[in-house]
């Protein structure tokens, strides 16, 4: 060590100085101090308000509780559409450690498809660190089981429970019900406008299709709010208040499943239609277009690849043929056509025609066909009808003229929208001179009101719209508003708690009648759809035989293909799509109509509507009626040595109950 | 009057003999058992972290009471070597250092992991002070600016790292030193001027990215709430949710539900102040007031340069730790990680600082201090 310096202090003067610094140095303390508190006091104080405010909304979370779906049941109480827990398999990444190894253990434990892990992280990048993103939307209950016993191992891996929306009759239902489906943009957008995004701030598909989506305000609900306390992860701490949701109403349809079976059954192979419907009230009682599809595939998200499947599929399995069809009417419409000869006082009852298997018109020199080649001879009224007498209709198409045809044909309902319960609706053509001027920019021609009298030409109906026009047939001019939805019941919570039932039938009000100058035409043309039915030898006679409930129809085959001057129609020799539809309509029982049925079957093999569609409106008017003997008292109707066996009584017929 | 100064005088003496200041002692407890409550209440209520805290508050007494025995005169001694084997260690971090929270702090020699940054708190205001009062008080300035490259030379090392917080208590305890020291106004002037120039090159080559990020999240924190801007709002929350009286304790909402990051260390001011409001500000602020008063006045009665400086320059460092860390938290300062002294939680900032407070208690009591 070096020898020190002597240093000679001036022990007093440094200490001076040093107390003068250390002064200076404490008021820079006083100062400092009188400064950060200056600051807490302006936080805590002055802008109390403001951080307290912005402390609850920190800690304080409303959470949006989705209501329950409302169910949808058949006309007996059948559950058409409910709710079921789906578990999906969600991940927090900014809880999970290493994201890209945990996915891939997790899914080899659970098998998840290397499809569903590209879309997870892709999907991850699209989401905040701290938002739950699904890796799996459907697990199957071994794999809650199994993922619950391991789930020690995947922090911020969770299985969450949703309800999701079930049919459990599948494609049968699908057409009439819709589905619901995952909101989309679009949805959001829409729910925007209407002011209801916030109603629908926890729920998760809305109705697309069908009754899911006409009725969607009412099977929605109303949404619940839970105010909770949570910690800096979101994290519930605890419940601070809670106003639970209102479940959505619960639809009761005027459907009858069974039914629905029936109609399955019976079209099955074939592409088409069927509608039954009760004249009484106008409750659809079958609606059902073949083929179909499954809406439960919609619910969970379909894949690209089924979509293409369907939307590709020859068969347009996402057409509703029932009310989105438009199909010829063909001789379905004759009843209706000598309903408007008869007001027009074109015809009476006994008016007579004379068919030798063609018609022309005066000067020109194309030959308007019979179906029969040799035509029917000497044809009244009620006949034209029993054997569906092209000519007969071609003549008192010609003397009506189109207006007169479109005119009372429009108050039936044709070329209209029915206003049925559901969005997905054609109003198919009713052609008129106006019509073609607007369509074609070109002029009526009178060939093609001879046409319109047999229900060809331009003119067009869905399925729908020939049951609506049956039902005020039927009903004399009383028309009815075609409807699905029978009765809607929603829960009453009481204030003691008490939470009830409330069933509300729907009430539909009847839509201004049709009036005819003289109301016996209505039967004039209801009872040759009778005889046609139930007289030997008429069109509609063989597929009702053995029938003891009473019906009445008329049949119809709708040429597709258009066949030149002389051609003959082969079904064999025509390629499949261009084949003849078999149309069917009816009715039973004579008396009081308790179901219209319209059958419409696309391009048959061989033969027509008393083939192929009268056969299948039978099935299901045999499933309706069951064991009921039924006979009409104005008329003498041969009912069958088995069913007599069987009912001891001419006349049981159990009422049933009217909706 | 007589026998009651004497028995002062005999208390006196028998504090003395273990070399214990009672009024430091006293302000140093209270701060501690403090310290205790809140860390109970911000680090969720479990014991588990009070008993850890309660353990290094009695190491850190001990270690204290031990430091408190050795006289002055021993640290002016060792002054040179120790402040070179501390440099050296410092090298030795850059060098073979561990890494820990994306910043080389430590040092593993095998047997013990220490932090030398830690150490050099303590070593460089008794360099400087060793240094400056080799001659007469005021300062010179050829001495001030020697002083200043002895200060600059660990606080680059350990800026570093980096440990801006770090580095800026052992800057300001040199500096503190030569301010006490007596350097002319004019030299602190210029000083001041040319720390302000040197602010841009420190931008531009010294500060890493997550430093500046710190810097520009202070000057606007709301611009990014969710990320970087998240702490300093959840914790200006907290206080200005506290209110007058403060939501009462354990009952701070943005600690217990865990908006408010680094609750037990950095962040405690903020559960304080939630808890206790504003009426626990005032209180806590002058119980820090009345420790630094005890430790100017030791420094100021103290009987050399020497000790004076050092303890001027350890009081006054204490400070500082109080400023940046309330500062911080309050939105008046960026974040810089400097703990609030003897309150948070963590066992060595503590240690060294209490170490400290040995040092001014041996200046207090250990008065035969000859030169």
Redesign the interface.
Known sequence: MPPR?V????QS???N???R??FI??AG??L??L???G???N???E??E???T???S??IKLLAVAPNRGLIYDRNGVLLADNKPVYSLEVIAEDVEDITSSIIQVSQLLDISPDRQSKFFKSMKRKRRFKPVELHSRLSDQQVALFSVNQHKFPGIFVSARLKRNYPFSDLTTHSLGYVARINRKDANRLAREDKSENYAATYAIGKRGIEKYYENMLHGTIGHQEV?????GRV?RTLSYTPPVPGKDLTLTLDIELQMIAKRALSGKRGAIVAMDPRTGGILAMYSNPSYDGNLFVHGISTKNYKKLLDSKDLPLINRSVQSGYPPASTVKPFLALTGLEENIVTPSTTINDRGWYQLKGLPNKYRDWKPWGHGKVDLVRAIEQSCNIYFYDLAFKLGITKISTMMERFGFGDYTGIDIHEENKAIMPSVAWKRERFNQSWYTGETLSVGIGQSFWTVTPLQLTQALTTLVNHGERKVPHLLKAKSELIIESSGKTTHQNTPIIYEPRAPLKLKDDSHWNVVLEAMHSTVQKFGATAHKPFKGTTYDASGKTGSAQVARLKQGEEYDAKTTSENQRDNAMFIAFAPFDKPEIVVAVAIENVAKGGGATNAAPVARQIMDQYFGDRVITSQAHKVNISAKANKKVSSPIATTPQEAD | MRSSGQEEQQNNTFWQRLHIDVPLLLGILVLLFLGLFIVYSAGGQETAVVYRKARSIGVALFGMFLVAQIPPLVYRKWAVPVFVLGLLMLVGVLLFGHVGKGAQRWLDLGFIKFQPSEIMKLIVPIMIAWFVSQDNLPVKISTVILAFILVLLPTLLIANQPDLGTSLLIASSGIFVIFLAGASWKLIGVCVGLASAFVPVLWMFLMKPYQKQRVLTFLNPEQDPLGSGYHIIQSKIAIGSGGIEGKGWLQGTQSQLEFLPERHTDFIFSVFSEEFGLIGVAALLSVYLFVVMRGLWIAVNAQHAFTKLLAGSLTLTFFVYVFVNIGMVSGLLPVVGVPLPLVSYGGTSMVTLMLGFGILMAISTHRRFHV
């Open positions: 310096r240093v000679i202090r001036n003067a440094e200490a100085l040093f107390a610094r250390t140095a404490f303390v006083v400092v101090l400064i950060l508190f600051n807490v006091y936080l805590q104080v802008s109390f403001k951080y307290q912005r402390s609850n920190n800690r306390e949570i910690n800096n992860q701490i």
